[in-house]
């Protein structure tokens, strides 16, 4: 493992996710688990979210659309919420999510609008 790209991945992780959802995950981990967390904080975040390409807002963009089609609902919900601290606004996040339900089916498009305001009120009540 790459500690420079590890701490980079974890740096963006948390500042999409926040902090403490993502300290509580690592917290949290197990022998088990452990291995997927640096994985997915090293690789996910790291390496690709790392990356100079596209920004932090785009690729949330990107997410929901991929996760919404997916039919994923834990991570959708915490990617929704990403989302909006990367600056998509609640508009565009319909956007994507409708165009997700002609592109990957009604019953893909219902479940992400249904999860996506689930954390919408969560944002709104915390």
């Given at each position: ?19 403490e959802f993502v ?17 997915v904080t090293e ?45 998509v606004t609640r ?36």
């Open positions: 493992m790459s500690k420079e790209i590890y701490d980079r991945g974890l740096e963006i992780r948390k500042s999409v996710l926040g902090a300290e509580n995950a690592i917290r949290n981990a197990d022998d088990f688990n452990r291995p997927l967390q640096e994985l690789y996910c975040w790291g390496w690709v979210w790392g990356r100079d390409g596209l920004s932090k807002r785009d690729r949330s963009l990107i997410n929901l659309a991929m996760i919404g089609t997916l039919n994923r609902a834990h991570e959708l919900k915490m990617h929704v919420k990403g989302a909006i601290r990367n600056g508009e565009e996040i319909r956007e994507v999510l409708l165009q997700v339900a002609i592109y990957a089916g009604v019953p893909a498009g219902v479940d992400s609008f249904r999860l996506a305001r689930e954390a919408l009120a969560e944002l709104d009540a915390a």
